[in-house]
């Protein structure tokens, strides 16, 4: 028996030549055919697990190493392309194979990831356009539901995926304690209050929300905080604020007073908007 053109083995059979030697060729054949398709799915698995090896340790700290990166690009890993992280995370019972082997299936080039239990990286290349929202809707589809999803943004070269990394991993811790409800949340979106929440336990960070907590603390019915993060989500204009909690603008304003009030912050100076938003950022919502 010969794989590759070299000898595996031997086997024999017994009779008359003239009439077995047809039926020893095809079983040859097929012999070697079915060694060979073992020897190829062993390949393909060694294959894989190395590329998952190799992708897990050029995102570690010691990642910058020239002999990491000369086999990834042996395997045609292409560690230096521009790549986006998104960081899932799955539902109870869903599988991180599953979803790895879609995504890489759909998307050439991308890498995938196993950091925890229940979550997967995946890094696509940045120069493929991508409907977020409708890749959700698609996964749904296909029975691979995530739970949320957090989306860094470009990073070029492998430090800087690094980096984009560990913001995506914050991003989605900020978003299971904050906006448990929001499946999609991404860093250009959420940047800053990610980077105050990295510090929630400071001091200066429970002074921020102080003004907020009075608040809260005579807003029975969430009113007067559903009306503050309106109007931090429109900019501080009046109109657009008051047309998406469906009010008149003078109840826009009565309740912004009432706000200050409580607060001792005036929302409609530089200052006090900026501190308002940020703690409304950082105030979990129910």
């Known amino acids: 028996l010969l794989l590759d053109q070299r000898r595996m083995g031997v086997w024999g059979v017994t009779g008359e030549p003239e009439q077995l030697r047809t039926y020893a060729e095809l079983v040859r054949m097929t012999a070697e055919m079915l060694v060979g398709q073992r020897h190829l799915q062993a390949e393909q698995q060694w294959r894989r697990q190395r590329c998952d090896d190799l992708v897990a340790l050029l995102l570690s700290d010691a990642g910058?190493?020239?002999?990491?990166?000369?086999?990834?690009?042996?395997?045609?890993?292409?560690?230096?392309?521009?790549?986006?992280?998104?960081?899932?995370?799955?539902?109870?019972?869903?599988?991180?194979?599953?979803?790895?082997?879609?995504?890489?299936?759909?998307?050439?080039?991308?890498?995938?990831?196993?950091?925890?239990?229940?979550?997967?990286?995946?890094?696509?290349?940045?120069?493929?356009?991508?409907?977020?929202?409708r890749l959700l809707e698609r996964l749904d589809g296909q029975g691979l539901r995530a739970l949320r999803v957090a989306i860094g943004g470009q990073a070029d070269g492998l430090k800087g995926l690094r980096r984009c990394y560990r913001r995506v991993g914050d991003l989605l811790a900020y978003g299971r304690d904050v906006l448990p409800q929001m499946r999609l949340l991404t860093l250009n979106r959420y940047r800053l209050p990610v980077m105050l929440w990295r510090h929630r336990n400071d001091d200066a960070l429970e002074e921020l929300l102080g003004p907020l907590h009075k608040v809260v603390a005579k807003d029975s019915n969430g009113q007067l905080i559903t009306t503050l993060r309106s109007w931090c989500e429109h900019d501080g204009q009046s109109q657009p604020c008051a047309d998406a909690l469906g009010i008149h603008r003078n109840s826009l304003r009565y309740r912004m007073e009432r706000i200050a009030e409580l607060s001792g912050v005036d929302p409609l100076s530089l200052n006090g908007m900026l501190a308002l938003y940020l703690g409304v950022q950082l105030l979990p919502q129910h």
Do not use: M, N
């Open 64 to 133: 910058d190493s020239p002999r990491l990166i000369d086999e990834a690009q042996q395997l045609g890993l292409k560690p230096h392309l521009s790549r986006i992280p998104y960081l899932f995370e799955l539902d109870t019972g869903q599988s991180a194979d599953a979803l790895s082997t879609w995504l890489q299936s759909r998307y050439p080039d991308s890498w995938c990831v196993t950091p925890a239990t229940g979550s997967l990286l995946w890094c696509r290349p940045s120069t493929t356009a991508l409907d977020d929202l």
